[in-house]
Nanobody, 123 residues
């Protein structure tokens, strides 16, 4: 099994920053890809960013490119999302996700999800 626990969410004003973390554990933790998705009220879950766990490649949605940075600490089994220049439209619950096989933005390719952390951006 894999357990994912997100933290770091909160309420900020537009232009602010937050650093989200996702701590992973479990003997089955063996990702090819880790990612962040988000879901706003009344909207479908959407891809934010992904990173290859054992390589340098990162992927971003157009809406966050240049403002968000995904990174990882393999030794700590922890995934991060640095969010800068936040906008009200970034308000959502942010989820981290584990994929045993290569994946980018297709949610169904991720086999384990965290419980989410709320990010609220006020104007």
């Amino acid at each position: 099994q894999v357990q994912l626990v997100e933290s770091g969410g909160g309420s900020v004003q537009a232009g602010g920053s937050l650093r989200l973390s996702c701590a992973a554990s479990g003997r089955a933790f063996s990702p090819a890809t880790m990612a962040w998705f988000r879901q706003a009220p009344g909207k479908e879950r959407e891809f934010v960013a992904a990173i290859q766990w054992n390589g340098p490649t990162t992927y971003y949605s157009d809406s966050v490119k240049g403002r968000f940075t995904i990174s990882r600490d393999n030794a700590k089994n922890t995934l991060y999302l640095q969010t800068n220049n936040l906008k009200p439209e970034d308000t959502a619950v942010y989820y981290c996700a584990h994929a045993r096989y290569f994946a980018i933005k297709t949610a169904s390719r991720y086999d384990t999800w965290g419980q989410g952390t709320q990010v609220t951006v006020s104007s």
